[in-house]
């Protein structure tokens, strides 16, 4: 799983009330092997802790390479060909952006994940003959046809096929949370859910949401420090960074950004891309497919994508020659210097 570096800076503000009568909730806790933070406003007060409990088990159920008996795990394993709609819906997806990026964001990699150590597993020994055997089983996308009573079933190219959806799942979830809040008349909220961010409306005194963006750690257990700021209105923010999911061996470091076209760790300067889009689950997989990409053909996609919001609302951190530059597409700007950004 992708450790996103976002920091929620209105956190650190103490509890309040909703200059529009409505009571502030803060729900915190765990899912998806990460932490989930969740502040709405509601007129009635409700804590809907408990339900959305549930929603973030039943999508582990589904989604998560870290349970066991999780749907994924039995379709990897090729235990279970009968899908439900989620995963079939994450199927599709993947299999959009796959198209989309042109392989670089790509659901099919999970065997390359799991070889080189970031996924439920220790990482096991890597050559050139075991990534060169697993890569012939990456990129085929799976296929999903339905019975006559609409039940999804997918279709691997090959039994070997091991999916991933660890780089759309978090971002999906927190829209389905943010759906469900909307479905119980809730209209200012802000889920972060492993640092996929969703912010809709305003906080209580009117005031847009803010959330900061991490600089490059130096190693995973640094202290988090804030690149820069943003603000949010109906939109989402996803961070996707090197620097703190990865493993040593021999003095090198190893990144947890598998290229598919390579089956190896990606090696360029980015470090990290912050993608701003209408919805998480887009700004989770164009993160992704840019850190796979590289700077210089991450800012080729943008050019050649200028009606994509989330291509033209990005910010790179990258390495150049020892020290921290970045790189902000001119609508991300307006989200940087205190000016709203709309979908």
């Known amino acids: 799983m992708r450790i996103l570096c976002l920091l929620l800076t209105l956190l650190l503000a103490l509890f309040t009330s909703c200059g529009r009568g409505d009571k502030r909730i803060e729900l915190r806790g765990e899912a998806q092997g990460t932490y ?18 549930s929603l973030l088990d039943d999508f582990d159920q589904t989604a998560s390479l870290w349970v066991d008996s999780s749907l994924i795990r039995r379709v990897n394993e090729n235990r279970d060909s009968i899908v439900n709609p989620l995963f079939a819906t994450l199927c599709r997806l993947s299999t959009e952006m796959n198209s989309y990026t042109e392989g670089c964001f790509d659901c099919t990699i999970g065997g390359l994940v799991k070889l080189w150590g970031f996924s439920f597993s220790k990482h096991e020994d890597v050559d050139d003959s075991a990534i060169d055997s697993l890569r012939n089983f990456v990129g085929i996308q799976p296929v999903i046809s339905y019975n006559e009573d609409g039940t999804p079933i997918i279709h691997k190219s090959a039994p070997e096929v091991m999916l991933d959806f660890n780089a759309i799942a978090q971002g999906y979830c927190t829209d389905l949370i943010g759906h469900f809040l909307e479905s119980h008349g809730i209209q200012n909220y802000l889920v972060d859910i492993g640092g996929e961010v969703f912010a ?9 949401w803010t959330v900061g963006i991490e600089r490059p750690a130096e190693n995973k257990y640094s202290s988090p420090e804030i690149e820069t700021a943003i603000q949010l209105h109906d939109l989402a923010v996803v961070t996707s960074g090197n620097y703190r999911k990865y493993y040593e061996k021999d003095g090198v470091r190893y990144s947890h950004t598998i290229d598919p076209s390579t089956g190896r760790p990606v090696t360029h300067t980015l470090l990290s891309v912050s993608v701003v889009d209408t919805v998480a689950w887009r700004a989770d997989a164009l993160a992704t497919a840019f850190m796979v990409m590289g700077l210089d053909r991450a800012l080729q996609f943008i050019e050649e994508h200028p009606d994509d919001m989330g291509a033209q609302t990005a910010f790179f951190i990258y390495d150049d020659g020892g020290h921290y530059s970045t790189y902000a597409t001119e609508r991300f700007k307006k989200c940087d210097n205190n000016s709203r950004i709309t979908r």
Request: glycine letters at 14%; zero cysteines; hydrophobic letters at 20%.
């Open 200 to 208: 809709k409306g305003t906080k209580g005194d009117g005031t847009p």
């Open 36 to 53: 989930y933070s969740i502040i709405y406003y509601d007129s009635m007060g409700r804590d809907l802790q408990s339900s959305i409990d």
